[in-house]
């Protein structure tokens, strides 16, 4: 099961989902357009928390 969060450029105002898998802290953060240092948003984190809802149990 792949888990996405979804971070947003301030400045750009897009979205930048990662894949958990690959997100190391502090890095691949960077809004590709601009590079400027995107923020995670309480959307992306509610998507992760429904992500993780979803997990079968065990
Ligand atoms: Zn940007």
């Known amino acids: 099961m792949e888990l996405w969060i979804d971070y947003e450029c301030p400045r750009c105002n897009i979205?930048?989902?990662?894949?958990?898998?690959?997100?190391?802290?502090?890095?691949?953060?960077?809004?590709?357009?601009?590079?400027?240092?995107?923020?995670l948003t309480e959307e992306g984190l509610r998507g992760l928390e429904r992500s993780l809802r979803d997990l079968p149990a065990s």
């Open 15 to 39: 979205t930048i989902q990662r894949n958990l898998r690959e997100l190391a802290p502090e890095q691949n953060r960077q809004c590709p357009e601009c590079n400027v240092r995107a923020v």
